[in-house]
Every structure is written in structure tokens, then in C-alpha cells.
């Protein structure tokens, strides 16, 4: 296999009913927008009542009714944060933690080495984060998965990806290989993805791709580099 191809992200979809939460980190092709992109989907009704909401520049999961949420602890989280210079984006509460080493001047892998994947035997969900930070240079972005070391969740390996942005380059990170149960955890490095230059394209791709029933939310967040400034879509799959 050529370790250096690049895949279409809406042919990966197409061919994976369940990879769960998935993060995107990119640029596109004329190198001058950073692109982050994250999706939910869920199986269980509990998962399926949910809608992604804006809160300035933080993005979070809710419940879509809350008088049907059942257990909220690892499905209500803040999935997109801005600290200064960084964007932060995971699938679970661990965006905070990030956030708070970060205001105590440590760093994204100190924050996650505190942390574990998620106690939901039998599955133990990986934690998957990534964070974009932008200097005067230009930008760079890092990626981690912590995930169970067996089946019986008594060890958490920790994997750590630092990244030079590449035009027309993304990099895809999913909780789960494929549908299952328990449910296959994600495998190896994150994908290597086309990243296309038109935000609606890129969000109608990934968005269309997902499996029908199991698809829940979907942000893409573009972000000029030289200047800062932003373009963002935000689908939920239930509507008011």
C-alpha cells in the first residue's frame, strides 16, 4: 500500500456505516485556508437525540429533546474551543482539559496523557482530539487517539500525530473502524484526505456520505490564515 495516497473522504464514508465521531484537520488546495471539520453519528436513541449549537466560538453538543436525554454524561460535551492563537476540537470532554492545560501553560500532550478512552464497555470509545494553531508563520495542527490496550479496558495506549500542513491535504480521525458489537476501534494513522476549496462542496460531500440513519451533525469550519477569518456550516439532522 502507498502510504502517501490520497483518498476521497466521501468514498471512505460511503464504504462505513458507523466510524462514529470523526475529526478533519487540513488546508486547501491554495494553501491559504486551515480547515476543520467534525461529525457525530449515533445508534442508540440517546445518541440520535442530539443537535450541534454555537455559542460564540464554541461549538456543543445538546440534546435535541431534552425530556428523552437518558444519560448525558458522554454525549453533551463542548466539541470545538478557541484558546488565543489554537482552535481545539474533540469528541468528548476532553476539550476542556485541553483548554485548562493550556491556560495553565502546559501543553495538548500533557493534557491528554491525563486521560483515558471512554468508560463504555464494551466499546471503550477512543478519545480522538485535534487542535490548529496559528502564528505568525502560517499554522500547524496535531492529532491523538487514546484508545483501550485490550478488550477489557485495563491499559489506555496513547497516540500523538504532529503534522506540515499540505495543500489540498487533510487528515481523517474516526472512533470506530466499522459498524459492530462491540463496535471495532479505529486503526492505525489518521487517513490522508483531498481537501477541496469550496466549504459547501466540502460539507455536502461529507454530509451526503454519511450512512443516512446513523448521521446526526455536521461542522466544517474554514479559517483564512492570513487574516483569521472564518466560514462555518453547521448541519443537524434534527430540526426544530
Known amino acids: 500500500m502507498n502510504t502517501y495516497n490520497i483518498n476521497d473522504i466521501g468514498e471512505l464514508l460511503r464504504s462505513n456505516s458507523y466510524p462514529g465521531r470523526g475529526i478533519v484537520i487540513g488546508v486547501t488546495e491554495d494553501g491559504k485556508k486551515a480547515v476543520a471539520a467534525y461529525f457525530i453519528m449515533g445508534r442508540s436513541s440517546n445518541s440520535r437525540n442530539r443537535v450541534f449549537k454555537e455559542y460564540g466560538e464554541t461549538l456543543k453538543t445538546e440534546a435535541f429533546d431534552p425530556a428523552k436525554l437518558e444519560d448525558p454524561s458522554l454525549i453533551v460535551y463542548s466539541a470545538i474551543r478557541k484558546f488565543r492563537n489554537s482552535l481545539i476540537v474533540t469528541n468528548g470532554d476532553q476539550t476542556d482539559t485541553i483548554y485548562s492545560y493550556l491556560e495553565n501553560q502546559s501543553t495538548f500532550e500533557d493534557a491528554l496523557c491525563s486521560r483515558e478512552f471512554e468508560p463504555d464497555a464494551p466499546n471503550y470509545t477512543p478519545r480522538i482530539s485535534g487542535m490548529l494553531t496559528f502564528t505568525d508563520r502560517g499554522f500547524s495542527y496535531k492529532m491523538s487517539i487514546l484508545k483501550s490496550a485490550d478488550p477489557e479496558g485495563k491499559g489506555c495506549n496513547r497516540f500523538f500525530y504532529n503534522y506540515v500542513p499540505t495543500p489540498g491535504l487533510g487528515h481523517f480521525i474516526h472512533t470506530y473502524a466499522c459498524d459492530g458489537d462491540p463496535i471495532p476501534t479505529f486503526e492505525g494513522e489518521p487517513e490522508r484526505i483531498k481537501i477541496s476549496g469550496d466549504i459547501d462542496v466540502f460539507s ?5 456520505s454519511l450512512n443516512s440513519d446513523n448521521k446526526i451533525s455536521l461542522f466544517v469550519e474554514y479559517i483564512d ?16
Do not use: P
Not at 455536502?204 to 451526503?208: A, F, L, R
Not at 490564515?225 to 456550516?233: D, L, M, N, P
Open 204 to 208: 455536502e460531500v461529507i454530509w451526503s
Open 225 to 240: 490564515i492570513a487574516s483569521g477569518e472564518t466560514e462555518k456550516r453547521l448541519i443537524n439532522k434534527n430540526k426544530a
